[in-house]
């Protein structure tokens, strides 16, 4: 009753004060759904690549198939289990068929039931323009098969393991559930459907499971895809110069309008942009912002968690664990030190955690291992993590870390599947190490620009960072080296494999070792009694001391150049390296950067989708534009950062706002995987609890002028020389002499 009193006040008061001055329309909102097709329509559309962008292998195949807007909750929960098994699972038959006919480098594809129409869509990318009938008929072909003789059992029962495991862990990753909740609600209510039936899945996975038997995901496959022609084949095909060709066309059609305005027409264009850029640029009234409500700083608690470890040695490894409730979970983290390798052999490294999990053991087949960590797991993973020094950009620990979890039940199967990945790995399969490596190199291409401004950032860091560095060797150096392996490959495939092995054998030693667990204390004992499982066929190995890698040194101030139309350009430095210190109100200086003078010069007026700020405890320094239409324009931007600050004004409400704002970051709903994961962190890049509430303190009393007095430190770094850029061709080349170095991306 309480909730339903807020509804209707809040839509009352929506009345009163907007909706109740406009006349009453009748509106038709309804979605109206889309009469299917006879036969599957094919299309083939350019897209741009750069001019010195080789045009093999860079075609892309999608189909696309629409499904009935009457499918039920259950089927489209079916769909996804599909999507998994027949594509992204290892071993998985469609993508395994399409490989083999070398019809491109990866397979993936997507369930999606946010429209009224739910869509399937499954798209090879790697491959050739007239290869496109040849990939419809293998996935006609390969669909349909199954379709007849059968989806393998055990591969669907382990899929809907791992999909119920996921469903009950719910695990958001701090982000707020009940948004994700909310969201998911609207997938279905937008289009008048029951909005809980979204976030039931009980019922629907225990139906499934009957389903594997009597041939549910079969007749599915039948109804929505074989016998369903509501089908669009679309293939993408790379043409140099279009982007060129498009921005001429577009410049030319413009210039052609203007021509054809009066004088008068010119002047209120050029008048309502100088209006628009003036309210862009305005800050809301006080008065306007005392409507909002806000907490006081007084709400704001100083104290912070206490994170508590407890450490032991069990086996002659030491164990570190962190005691919280996990509803019947346990969680495992293994850490083993890189000191033992060269620095030749860290992007091997870096290759090996994507890999491992993939290839075949000495007891199992890929396929097979994934069979069983789906069946009895939720999963386990393989990273390199390098963690820095809390405020020493010079020192850091690299490791490849290790991750799994699984009910308490099944710990004992989860040991045994880490020990046996992690052991008992066979790399004598080349045929296989080079899909995973097609399949790798095909990720990078594919999202490498979308997330450019961390990959810009990272490059950035580099130059100034040991610890980043180290982290940036994951990074775009990693990506070249990925791209050089698969041109090279065939004539080295034997070296490559020797190579991932004799890495393999450096890393997973008992010397190197140390694990980690969350939980309650039958988590603990669950995962203590099970440790003979990795150790016992894992060598000894030799301790090598800590030390810091010697890594080529890099030209500074590089531009990467992309078929793209925007930038992420980067500027950044050291405030250590220039005598300053590191306290709480830069992060709250952070807070009034990001949405305030970055998000009016570089978003609103700029044109950007958004920008970066970092200033961490170890001096790294760095500011990034997101998707951002300039490059030149935005440096400048960046210049006036040191007066904006010298002379900034804020209203005590308003420095509270961000005050909290930045307190923000810290109050996120973390799991309790997250919690075990934060305390080891803080354990191995030494932030004490009491330097994080020293922090806390000194953001929750900042004032304003303690942003002024940190001009000369944002100062030093906009002085410091280094910049990275990653963008469009036509605007770097524009302005190259920015640049030291201005390269293409990895082909």
């Not at 393998?152 to 469903?167: G, Y």
């Not at 509803?327 to 992007?347: A, H, K, N, Q, R």
């Not at 807070?591 to 003078?597: A, D, N």
């Not at 890049?685 to 509430?693: A, F, I, L, S």
Request: glycine share 6%.
């Amino acid at each position: 009753m309480r909730n339903t009193c807020l509804i209707e006040k809040t839509l009352a008061y929506i009345d009163e004060e907007y909706l109740s001055f406009f006349p009453r329309r009748n509106v038709d909102s309804a979605v109206r759904t889309q009469s299917g097709f006879k036969k599957r329509v094919s299309a083939t559309c350019p897209y741009g690549i750069a001019e010195q962008e080789s045009e093999k292998g860079k075609a892309i195949h999608a189909l696309y198939i629409a499904a009935s807007d009457h499918m039920s909750t259950k089927e489209s929960l079916a769909f996804r289990i599909l999507n998994y098994v027949l594509i992204d699972m290892d071993g998985a038959p469609l993508k395994k068929a399409v490989m083999d006919a070398g019809l491109g480098s990866d397979l993936s594809g997507g369930y999606c039931d946010s429209y009224k129409q739910p869509v399937w869509t499954i798209e090879v990318t790697g491959s050739e323009v007239e290869k496109q009938e040849q990939f419809a008929q293998v996935i006609d072909g390969t669909l349909r098969t199954l379709a007849l003789d059968g989806i393998d059992k055990d591969m669907l029962d382990a899929a809907l393991n791992r999909t119920e495991f996921t469903s009950r862990e719910n695990d958001y990753q701090g982000r707020p559930k009940g948004l994700f909740y909310g969201v998911r609600a609207m997938d279905l209510w937008l289009y008048d459907r029951d909005p809980m039936a979204a976030l039931r899945y009980i019922d629907d996975i225990k139906e499934l499971r009957e389903g594997i038997q009597n041939g549910y995901f079969e007749s599915l496959l039948l109804k929505y895809v074989i016998k369903n022609p509501h089908q669009v084949l679309i293939t993408m095909k790379p043409e140099k110069g279009l982007t060129e060709k498009n921005n001429a066309a577009t410049a030319e059609k413009l210039a052609a309008y203007k021509l054809s305005l009066t004088d008068e027409q010119l002047e209120d264009i050029m008048a309502s942009t100088k209006a628009l850029k003036k309210r862009q640029a305005s800050m809301e009234t006080e008065e306007a912002l005392k409507t909002i409500p806000l907490l006081s700083r007084e709400d704001l608690k100083r104290e912070i968690e206490e994170e508590v470890l407890e450490e032991e040695t069990i086996s002659g490894i030491r164990h570190f664990h962190y005691d919280i409730h996990t509803t019947g979970i346990s969680y495992v983290t293994m850490y083993f030190d890189l000191y033992d390798l060269t620095e030749e052999e860290i992007p091997y490294a870096v290759l090996l955690a994507g890999m491992l999990r993939s290839l075949d053991t000495e007891k199992h087949s890929y396929t097979e291992l994934a069979r069983i960590s789906n069946a009895y797991t939720g999963g386990i993973s393989f990273q390199i993590s390098c963690i820095g020094d809390i405020n020493d950009a010079s020192k850091y620990k690299p490791f490849m870390v290790a991750r799994g979890k699984a009910l308490t039940s099944k710990a004992e199967r989860l040991m045994d599947l880490l020990g046996e990945v992690i052991n008992h790995t066979s790399f004598r399969d080349t045929k296989r190490l080079k899909e995973l490596l097609l399949e790798e190199k095909s990720e990078w291409d594919m999202t490498a620009f979308s997330r450019g401004h961390n990959l810009t950032m990272g490059r950035l860091a580099s130059y100034f960072s040991k610890t980043a560095q180290f982290s940036e060797q994951a990074g775009m150096t990693f990506y070249y080296f990925l791209a050089d392996l698969v041109k090279t490959y065939d004539g080295q495939a034997e070296e490559v494999a020797e190579k991932l092995s004799a890495v393999a054998k450096k890393i997973f030693t008992r010397s190197h070792m140390f694990f980690a667990t969350t939980g309650e204390a039958e988590e603990k004992q669950a995962v203590d009694r099970c440790l003979g499982l990795i150790l016992g066929d894992m060598p000894e190995g030799e301790k090598k001391e800590a030390h810091l890698f010697d890594f080529p040194a890099k030209e500074i101030n590089e531009a990467f150049l992309t078929s793209g139309k925007v930038q992420y350009v980067a500027k950044g430095g050291n405030f250590r390296d220039h005598g300053f210190t590191y306290t709480g109100t830069l992060r709250v200086m952070e807070t009034i950067l990001r949405y305030e003078y970055l998000w009016k010069k570089v978003r609103v007026l700029g044109g950007a989708y958004g920008a970066f700020t970092q200033f961490l405890r170890d001096g790294t320094s760095l500011l990034c534009s997101y998707r951002d239409p300039n490059l030149k324009e935005t440096l400048e931007t960046y210049k006036d950062l040191p007066e904006y600050l010298e002379t900034l004004e804020l209203s005590e409400r308003e420095m509270t706002k961000y005050v909290i704002g930045t307190m923000a970051a810290d109050e996120i709903q973390l799991t309790p995987s997250m919690k075990g994961e934060r305390a080891m962190l803080h354990y191995l890049n030494g932030n004490t609890r009491e330097d994080r509430m020293r922090i806390r303190s000194e953001i929750i009393s900042c004032e304003v002028k303690d942003i002024r007095a940190l001009a000369p430190l944002v100062k030093s770094i906009i002085d410091d020389p280094y910049i990275c850029c990653m963008g469009s061709e036509e605007k770097i080349q524009r302005d190259k002499a920015l640049f030291r170095k201005v390269l293409s991306m990895p082909e």
